[in-house]
């Protein structure tokens, strides 16, 4: 498994990926899932890929190599919707030639891609390819695309990164995101490449491969723990019972009688015990008692 994520933001784009492809008691392979088609001073573009590795590395060979049926590749494409397109008709061929021999040995074709950059006289673009080789493109509502196990790491996208988020906060976002996830799942792995890059600049100026021993990603693992954990302490536990107007951190008001839905036991199991009353203590972090 993987996860990738990439951001577009009014100051450039920001590509994060893992490069861990397989995970198990005693067998654990990388490979890195992030390519930069570049021709300085002309266009910086970014693939990375999530799915079957065999697919996707057929796919970044095409796309190096070949011409569309229009006669323009990745490295004449007028506009990122056109290489976009390039890379879409990618997909589909290795689907036209392998999908049917990869279904007789019980094998789906399962890809996603992310690709996004800037070519000379449009502004930064970003796009999320499917298995289909149909894509979607970033705006200002959705400004960034995960791939592969995304779901542990979106919350704090969701919380923090804007369009007009600055360039290192936004990388420093996808860290601490890569992070939760490298805690979750042990199918995302180290070592990670980190591309910053700013628009306008067609070129690649900023890159890292981060591993375990890179001072700054040790920095955030220790600690965003630690705040994580200093902020949970410091939110007060919930209060039982009492009147909303006393407290604000009142979980369950006297005026109200909630219930749980309960099933009955069966005959000859049940007592004549009836259910007792709920909670009518409540008790803060303060050690104030209320009847």
């Not at 930069?36 to 065999?54: C, I, K, Q, T, W």
């Not at 976009?84 to 279904?103: C, F, M, N, P």
């Not at 019980?106 to 080789?133: H, T």
Request: glycine letters at 6%; charged letters at 20%.
């Amino acid at each position: 498994m993987t996860y990738c994520v990439a951001m577009r933001l009014e100051a450039g784009l920001v590509f994060l990926s893992d490069s861990r492809t397989n995970a198990g008691v005693d067998q654990v392979s990388t490979f890195r899932k992030m390519t930069v088609f570049e021709n300085p001073g002309d266009r910086m573009m970014v693939l990375m890929s999530a799915g079957n590795l065999s697919i996707s590395q057929s796919i970044r060979q095409i796309i190096a190599e070949r011409k569309s049926a229009s006669g323009k590749s990745i490295w004449t494409a007028a506009t990122m919707d056109e290489a976009a397109q390039i890379v879409g008709e990618a997909v589909r061929t290795v689907y036209e030639r392998d999908a049917k021999s990869l279904r007789e040995f019980g094998i789906d074709f399962n890809v996603s891609l992310i690709f996004g950059g800037q070519i000379k006289g449009e502004r930064c673009r970003l796009f999320q390819v499917y298995s289909a080789g149909n894509f979607i493109e970033s705006h200002n509502e959705n400004t960034y695309f995960q791939i592969g196990e995304a779901k542990y790491g979106k919350p704090i996208i969701d919380r923090v990164v804007t369009p007009a988020t600055p360039l290192d906060e936004a990388a420093k976002c996808a860290l601490i995101s890569m992070d939760s996830t490298l805690r979750s799942n042990v199918s995302v792995g180290l070592p990670l490449d980190l591309l910053i890059y700013q628009t306008d600049t067609l070129s690649v100026t900023r890159f890292v491969t981060i591993d375990e021993k890179n001072q700054y990603f040790r920095t955030i693992r220790d600690t965003w723990g630690k705040q994580l954990k200093a902020i949970f302490e410091g939110i007060a536990d919930p209060i039982w019972n009492a009147t909303s107007e006393t407290d604000p951190n009142v979980l369950s008001t006297s005026a109200t009688r909630n219930q749980p839905v309960r099933v009955p036991p069966p005959e000859g199991v049940a007592t004549s015990n009836t259910p007792g009353p709920l909670q009518t203590l409540a008790q803060d972090g303060r050690n104030r008692q209320q009847h």
